[in-house]
């Protein structure tokens, strides 16, 4: 226990800045302004669910598809790095664009998938899985997932507190952290190809 306690925050941090909350949040407000705050909540529900059953399912299924694939854990760092480092490039040179739409359904896509769990926090988790575990890396998306749901209850106020240029500053600076944790797993993946290779 204390071990999984240890490692949490190298599991924690990477899938916080990969979900990027900060991003998510004035989408989520741009897509369910009309909407009563009954059926928000009911989005919020969905969303949450749907991102929890995914990210179950990834992680799940990945080791299988590792080894139908014959991919090592190195193999997908490295491929999993260029992924994310794509998308953290992505975030940082484009602005997203909010779209509306009144159906409660949006909970499920494209909120829950792709907005809250995309491409970016599935690599991301089976990474750290391979790295770190599958407790400390379930344990992490828990709690990620746990400050999501608040973070979208509490939107408009957090909109309020920081100002829309503040939130749209701090999305940047995650998709920064984020194309940061790409490198590291890039360079972790080749480091240790590199030394296989010497030992053979």
Not at 6 to 13: G, S
Not at 14 to 42: H, Q, W, Y
Not at 80 to 87: A, D, I, K, R
């Amino acid at each position: 226990m204390t071990d999984i306690i240890k490692i949490l925050p190298n599991t924690f941090i990477p899938i916080f800045v990969a979900i990027n909350i900060f991003m998510l949040i004035p989408i989520f407000i741009g897509m369910t302004e009309d909407m009563s705050k009954t059926k928000r909540r009911v989005v919020v529900r969905d969303s949450i669910l749907t991102a929890v059953i995914v990210s179950l399912l990834f992680i799940a299924l990945g080791e299988a598809i590792f080894r139908i694939l014959g991919i090592t854990g190195d193999d997908f760092k490295i491929g999993g790095g260029l992924v994310l480092l794509v998308f953290a490039i992505l975030d940082l040179t484009k602005r997203q664009e909010t779209r509306r739409a009144q159906d409660t359904k949006m909970g499920v896509v494209p909120i829950g998938v792709p907005l809250i769990v995309g491409p970016a926090v599935l690599t991301t988790i089976l990474v750290l899985v391979e790295h770190y575990g599958v407790i400390p890396a379930v344990l992490s998306l828990i709690l990620n997932l746990l400050i999501v749901w608040i973070s979208l209850i509490n939107a408009e106020r957090i909109i309020k507190v920081f100002g829309k240029g503040g939130i749209i500053g701090i999305s940047k600076v995650m998709a920064l952290l984020l194309a940061s944790i790409a490198v590291m797993m890039i360079r972790i993946g080749i480091e240790n190809v590199v030394r296989q290779n010497i030992r053979m």
